[in-house]
């Protein structure tokens, strides 16, 4: 079995190495997430143990990035960010199993194990419009591969224009998206999700924008 450990604390990383090639794995080491990437397009992994907290950004954003790129993988996330969300937000990226440092080695080999009896799973379901990308089945987006972090409501709005990217979607059909077929909605609810969106893309990103169609709704657009 081949692991990729993408982990930039050396200490760590060395006795984690040494650890699991006593149980027989053979183990690449990855101290970077461009390392990390450029390793799953090169190689098949039977799984990749994942550091969040990396130089050059949040790990996680490598599982959407193998997915992108029909590079299905096991993904076991091994990390000191213990907070309930940053677990709950791990696992939902499409991770299977999420564990908190610092960690007992024999029950760190356990969850291996237990996540390479879990076949890989086809591709999933990716859209991408420019710099910016949906994960459909955990419903994550990311600009240029970092999270882009959205409130709940704002998050249905971009679902909603990134389900039909170029495309008008009608001011009703985002309503009934955000708030249900039988909620009254004032009529400036849905401009101020909507320009709340739009602040946020404009700070990650100049190349996708969200266009005004008068008198029927709006579009995502690339520049």
Do not use: C, W
Request: aromatic share 6%; net charge negative.
């Amino acid at each position: 079995m081949r692991l990729l450990l993408v982990e930039d604390d050396g200490d760590i990383a060395e006795t984690l190495v040494a650890f699991l090639e006593r149980q027989g794995f053979v183990v690449d080491l990855a101290p970077s997430l461009a390392i990390a990437r450029a390793a799953v397009l090169g190689n098949d992994f039977d799984l990749v143990l994942l550091d969040r907290l990396l130089p050059d950004g949040d790990g996680v954003s490598l599982i959407a990035f193998a997915a992108a790129r029909s590079r299905p993988q096991r993904f076991v996330l091994l990390t000191a960010l213990a907070d309930i969300d940053d677990k709950l937000a791990g696992l939902e990226s499409g991770a299977h199993d999420y564990v908190i440092k610092p960690f007992e080695p024999r029950e760190l080999l356990a969850r291996i194990r237990n996540a390479l009896r879990h076949r890989i799973d086809a591709p999933r379901e990716v859209k991408r419009l420019g710099a910016l990308v949906h994960d459909v089945d955990s419903g994550v987006f990311f600009v240029d591969g970092e999270p882009l972090t959205l409130r709940r409501t704002e998050a249905l709005v971009l679902e909603a224009l990134m389900s039909r990217p170029g495309a008008p979607v009608s001011r009703e059909s985002l309503e009934a998206r955000v708030y249900g077929y039988d909620k009254f909605v004032s009529s400036n609810s849905l401009e101020s999700q909507v320009s709340r969106l739009r602040k946020n893309l404009a700070e990650k990103t100049g190349q996708v924008r969200i266009q005004s169609i008068r008198g029927v709704g709006y579009r995502l657009i690339e520049e």
